[in-house]
């Protein structure tokens, strides 16, 4: 369907915090691209805000299998196809950006992590942090950091960076308002020792740290445009920022607006290979922008792209058949659930302001003399039971991942006994709903319901085409908006939309989901307030991890998502890599300690710093 999943794990070595080791507490990590606080999903319909047994690295049968290859080369570019970028100017800077799935393959080139997250989905690795230890309460984290990390342009990292960089996350207009009933603070205790404050008990709190909110940007880049600083983290772009700068592999060179960016070799980045030589391998990668996921299979193909990731099924399945003189792997057997393919609903029919409205099928624009249909939990359980989600698996998908039925997968052991409860497919007790609320609101005709799509995305196009029967098969039509990425993902955090394409959730720790169900969370974009929801995940956030009231509280979050409905459910996102035969060594990146395997690409995010070139 064209979604852009936000899921990356990583493989490690357990790292101590404190007294508890987060290998046998089973303390995990989501990794998604488009959350602020980790690559837990959260994404708009092919945009996740925000992880292995490994699955079978298979690729075409002429080829060898993908995996680690112990060679090595220095020289060379690699071009990386990916179907956005960063939208704007402060989009790409640091804990402040707003990623999606591409825009966290070029932030991995240009930042590092605190932390990042074994491929067994719970081990913890050291990034440019080294440690960290709670208090009694966990509500205070000690956290310690590498020594001797500088940033491209010489300058050192160390406890005020940290500190800089939470700030600026804090004074971010959508960014601040996610994290404000989690954080309360971040202080420096010494010049490599920072003290994260949280406002909640929250024995899972490293998990944080491995996305995001965790990319440390240089405090002071220069705005060349107004002459002053741009406030600490300034951004790329026109107008108003200065070039990215972090302590990552690669260093700016360029940067065009929805078509390439290019990274040079940063000649002084502290990281080593498990021989202790100097990473990264490569001289320069390049981010190449192709929204159709087909255009970036046919580069590919062509040779004007070395890798390239998609969600698509049909494209996936294209790549699973065999492309000759290419190697791939999936996420989809990773350990770790799922981001899900969605339809997400503005329950609450008001925009931000707090006014009533909907999104005019005339204009396509929010309209405040409107009602919103969707509003209304029958509508919501009338358009759940529209939906066969197995046909939609096989049509749509290709049958690639499975059709879900909550934000957990029936092997999780967070699933629900007997399952969630959602609605099943019964379009005629759909539209006897349907039919029941037309009789009283005086409606004489179907419902016109306006869906966000993101524009030039042939799997998109596609699911409409089998989303648009089947409602109107309840008494429903759907008008199509189709928005580009940056814009749909506006539409959610102001909240003028009613329905649209969205994909989101999964990873390893449920504890990730937090801001997006939370009451009143600016990042809850379906404005679901449900306190038997809060009350539960204020409850498995303070549970030692493993713990029975740590899963039967997150289950019974998933029990009342079918209840409340603000996510139609569809199927499980899966994502993709394919790369050329003269790319090596793009699979299962180590971490910091130069040998512990990382899981390396998932969830359509990929490190460039251990990969190479045979020629």
């Keep these: 369907m064209g979604y852009i999943s936000n899921a990356t794990y990583t493989r490690g070595v357990a790292l101590k915090v404190g007294c508890i080791s987060q290998k046998e507490d089973s303390m995990s990590v989501a990794m998604d691209r488009r959350s602020f606080l980790t690559r837990s999903a959260a994404t708009a319909g092919g945009v996740a805000f925000s992880g292995t047994v490994v699955d079978a690295l298979v690729a ?31 989009t790409f800077s640091g804990s402040q950006g707003h990623f999606d799935g591409a825009g966290y393959c070029v932030a991995l080139a240009v930042y590092d992590l605190l932390f990042t997250t074994g491929a067994d989905g719970h081990t ?17 984290w000690t956290i310690k950091l590498r020594p001797g990390v500088l940033f491209h342009n010489g300058d050192p990292f160390n406890a005020d960076v940290v500190v800089k960089n939470y700030l600026a996350c804090v004074a ?18 010494d010049n490599l020792t920072v003290l994260y404050t949280t406002k909640l008990p929250w024995t899972t709190f490293p998990n944080s740290l491995t996305g995001q909110l965790a990319f440390m940007a240089h405090p002071d880049v220069f705005d060349t445009v107004s002459g002053k600083a741009a406030g600490p983290y300034g951004s790329f772009g026109t107008p108003g920022g200065g070039n990215p700068i972090g302590t990552g592999p690669f260093k700016w060179k360029n940067w065009v607006l929805n078509g390439q960016n290019i990274w040079d070799r940063n000649p002084h980045y502290w990281g080593k290979d498990a021989a202790g030589r100097q990473l990264p391998y490569l001289d320069q990668v390049e981010f190449k922008v192709l929204v159709d996921d087909n255009s970036r299979l046919q580069a590919l193909q062509a040779g004007t792209v070395d890798l390239m990731t998609t969600g698509n099924g049909g494209t996936i399945r294209t790549i699973q058949a ?5 190697t791939w792997r999936t996420d989809q057997a990773d350990p770790k659930d799922p981001g899900a393919n969605m339809l997400i609903v503005n329950t609450a029919g008001k925009n931000f302001l707090g006014q009533a409205g909907a999104v005019d099928p005339g204009t396509l624009a929010w309209n405040t003399s409107l009602r919103s249909h969707v509003s209304d939990p029958n509508i919501r359980k009338a358009m759940a039971m529209a939906i066969n989600r197995t046909a939609f698996l ?14 957990y ?7 629900p006994k007997g399952g969630p409860g959602y609605p099943a497919f019964n379009p005629t007790a759909g539209q006897a709903l349907v039919t029941a609320y037309k009789k009283a609101h005086g409606i004489s005709t179907n419902l016109k319901i306006v869906v966000d799509l993101i524009a030039q995305n042939s799997g998109q196009v596609k699911a409409f085409s089998f989303l648009q029967p089947a409602f109107a098969a309840i008494g429903i039509t759907l008008v199509e908006r189709w928005l580009v990425t940056s814009d749909l993902i506006t539409t959610k955090i102001f909240k003028t939309y009613d329905l649209s394409a969205w994909s989101q959730f999964g990873g390893t720790d449920p504890a990730n989901n937090f801001v997006w169900l939370s009451q009143g969370n600016f990042v809850n974009f379906a404005q679901n307030s449900d306190p038997i929801i809060q009350k539960a995940m204020l409850a498995a956030l303070a549970a030692k991890p493993g713990s029975s009231a740590q899963i039967s509280n997150w289950a019974l979050v ?17 994502s993709i890599w394919a790369a050329n035969s003269r790319v090596k060594n793009w699979a299962y990146a180590v971490g910091a300690d130069g ?21």
Aim: hydrophobic letters at 35%.
């Design 60 to 90: 075409d049968s002429a080829l060898a299998t993908v995996g680690k290859d112990p060679g090595y080369r220095y020289g060379g570019k690699v071009v990386v196809g990916v179907g956005s970028e960063a939208p704007a100017v402060k």
């Design 124 to 140: 913890l690795i050291p990034g440019l942090a080294l440690s960290a230890t709670p208090d009694s309460t966990y509500k205070k």
């Design 172 to 189: 971010d207009a959508t960014n601040g308002l996610a994290i404000a009933p989690i954080y309360a603070g971040c202080t420096k205790v």
């Design 322 to 326: 065999g492309i000759s003189g290419a």
């Design 394 to 407: 096989n049509i749509v998908d290709g049958g690639t991942g499975v059709a879900v039925d909550g934000i």
């Design 409 to 415: 997968q029936p092997k999780s052991k967070y699933y």
């Design 558 to 574: 998933d029990q009342r998502l079918a209840i409340d409905l603000p996510y139609l459910w569809l199927d499980s996102s899966v």
């Design 595 to 615: 040998k512990t395997q990382m899981t390396n690409p998932g969830g359509g995010a990929i490190t460039c710093f251990q990969m190479y070139v045979s020629s």
